[in-house]
C-alpha cells in the first residue's frame, strides 16, 4: 500500500458525459501527479500540481482539468468523454517537486480504471 | 524527444531461469531511471533506482539494474526467476517532473 488513494476503483460511463476523478497523496506530500494508461498511448503524464499550484503539463487533452485543493487532493475532471479515453488513470504523489539537486520519488495510487460505452 | 524504449514487448522465462528485460532512453542529459512492475489490476511499484554513483543498482524482490551510459541503457536482470514475477514491468526516466515511461514488457513464468 503505498498511502496515495484513489476513487472511485471502476467507473462506467457514456460517451460526451463528464466524470470526476479523486485522489489522495499521501500523508506530507504536495505534489501530485496525473498519468493515463492506455492501449494506444501506453502510460502517460497528463499534469503535475505541487502545493496548489499548476508545475508541468504533459499530454492532457483540452478536455481535461485538474486542480489541487487546499487540503491537498486532487481531481482530475474529464469532459465530453469519447470512446478513445477509455483507460487506466493513476495519481501519484510525492513530497516535494524534484529539482536539479534531488529527486523525490513519486507514490502511485492504484488507479481508477475508466470505461466509456 | 524524451523517449525510453523497451524492445521486447513479451518475455517467457522457465521458472528457476535468468531474467534480463531491456531499455534504452533517449534524453537531454542523464536522466533519473526505474523499473517499475505492474501486476494483473495492481498499480505501480517501484523496483529500483538509479540516480548518479555505482552503476549497479539493486532493488527489491532480487532484481537489479545496470546503467550504462555508453549504451543509454538500463537493463533490469535477475538470476532466478519465480511464478510470481509473471507481471509487466516498466522502464521510466524522469528529468525533474514527469515520469517517461516505456511501453512495457511483460513477462511470462513457464512452470
Known amino acids: 500500500d503505498s498511502g496515495v488513494t484513489q476513487t472511485p476503483k471502476h467507473l462506467i460511463t457514456a460517451t460526451g458525459q463528464r466524470v470526476t476523478l479523486r485522489c489522495s497523496p499521501r500523508?506530507?506530500?504536495?505534489?501530485v501527479y496525473w498519468y493515463q494508461q492506455s492501449l494506444d498511448q501506453g502510460l502517460q503524464f497528463l499534469i503535475q500540481?505541487?502545493?496548489?499550484?499548476?508545475?508541468a503539463k504533459g499530454n492532457i487533452l483540452e478536455r481535461f482539468s485538474a486542480q489541487q485543493f487546499p487540503d491537498l487532493h486532487s481531481e482530475l475532471n474529464l469532459s465530453s468523454l469519447e470512446l478513445g479515453d477509455s483507460a487506466l488513470y493513476f495519481c501519484?504523489?510525492?513530497?516535494?517537486?524534484?529539482?536539479?539537486?534531488?529527486?523525490?520519488?513519486?507514490?502511485f495510487g492504484p488507479g481508477t480504471r475508466l470505461t466509456v460505452l | 524527444a524524451q523517449s525510453v524504449t523497451q524492445p521486447d514487448i513479451h518475455i517467457t522465462v522457465s521458472e528457476g531461469a535468468s531474467l534480463e528485460l531491456r531499455c534504452n532512453y533517449s534524453?537531454?542529459?542523464?536522466?533519473?531511471l526505474f523499473w517499475y512492475v505492474q501486476s494483473p489490476g495492481q498499480g505501480l511499484q517501484l523496483l529500483l533506482k538509479y540516480f548518479s554513483g555505482d552503476t549497479l543498482v539493486q532493488g527489491i524482490k532480487g532484481f537489479e539494474a545496470e546503467f550504462k551510459r555508453s549504451q543509454s541503457s538500463f537493463n533490469l536482470r535477475k538470476p532466478s526467476v519465480h511464478w510470481s514475477d509473471a507481471a509487466e514491468y516498466f522502464c521510466?526516466?524522469?528529468?525533474?517532473?514527469?515520469?517517461?515511461f516505456g511501453t512495457g514488457t511483460r513477462l511470462l513464468v513457464s512452470p
Open positions: 500523508s506530507g506530500d504536495l505534489s
Open positions: 521510466a526516466a524522469s528529468g525533474f517532473q514527469k515520469l517517461v
Open positions: 501519484a504523489s510525492s513530497v516535494a517537486s524534484s529539482g536539479r539537486s534531488s529527486y523525490n520519488e513519486q507514490f
Open positions: 500540481y505541487y502545493n496548489g499550484e499548476e508545475r
Open positions: 534524453y537531454g542529459a542523464t536522466p533519473y
